[in-house]
């Protein structure tokens, strides 16, 4: 299965500033994946990003707060923008685990604290 | 639309207590059902699948059987050891759509 890399692993911000979390696969990979966990709670999906074209943001979440890159297949980048308490989380990163497995594979996850 | 239901924890067992954790889906068709497991401070890990109905998933001992008659794909395992305490997650997959979790069952195991 792939291995994913995820920075940075936990940050502490001030309100009103952004921050930048990268995810790196070692393998190449057409769909990325960002999942925001909140404290006590499920995982929920951001936004899926494919390799030459705009993120697809699920409901609720716009790409002015959560502006994703994803310059080639083995990397992502998720920015978490004008941070709010609101906002304190884990980020995950995933990738499908191989072709036809239908498993996801996770990155360890970013944890932010926003103060 | 799909969702997933599983109960409502912390669950709190002894050691070598059996462990069983329900969860029940609703989805078109048949999706690809998921138990993943979330130790503290780590990430998710996959513990166990099943495709198709009547799939039984296993992994460390535990188990999950895919009941399309029930739509259920609890999560069992004989004897839990205080390694196991971390939160479970319940999920599906329609094909190549996005994950839809459950809210996660928190498991506490004492020695």
């Known amino acids: 299965s792939a291995v994913i890399s995820q920075k940075p692993s936990r940050d502490i911000c001030q309100r009103g500033t952004s921050l930048t979390i990268q995810c790196q696969v070692d393998?190449?990979?057409?769909?990325m994946f960002w999942y925001r966990q909140q404290p006590g709670q499920s995982l929920t999906l951001i936004a899926t990003a494919n390799q030459g074209s705009e993120a697809t943001y699920e409901s609720g979440f716009v790409i002015d707060k959560f502006p994703i890159s994803r310059p080639n297949l083995t990397f992502s980048t998720l920015t978490v923008s004008n941070m709010s308490p609101e906002d304190s989380s884990i980020y995950l990163c995933?990738?499908?685990?191989?072709?036809?497995?239908?498993?996801?594979?996770f990155g360890a996850g970013s944890r932010l604290t926003v103060l | 639309g799909n969702s997933v239901t599983q109960m409502e924890g912390p669950v709190t067992l002894s050691e070598e207590a059996f462990l069983t954790i329900n969860c029940t889906y609703t989805a078109t068709g048949y999706p690809s059902l998921f138990w993943y497991v979330q130790y503290p401070g780590e990430g998710l890990q996959l513990l166990l699948k099943?495709?198709?109905?009547?799939d039984k998933g296993s992994n460390k001992g535990f188990e999950a059987t895919y009941r399309k008659e029930t739509t259920s794909f609890h999560l069992e395992k004989g004897s839990v050891q205080v390694s196991d305490s971390a939160v479970y997650f319940c999920?599906?997959?329609?094909?190549?759509?996005?994950?839809?979790f459950g809210k996660g069952t928190r498991l506490h195991i004492l020695p």
């Open positions: 393998s190449q990979v057409t769909m």
């Open positions: 999920a599906l997959r329609w094909r190549d759509d996005k994950i839809i």
């Open positions: 099943a495709t198709k109905a009547d």
């Open positions: 995933s990738v499908d685990h191989g072709a036809g497995a239908n498993v996801l594979t």
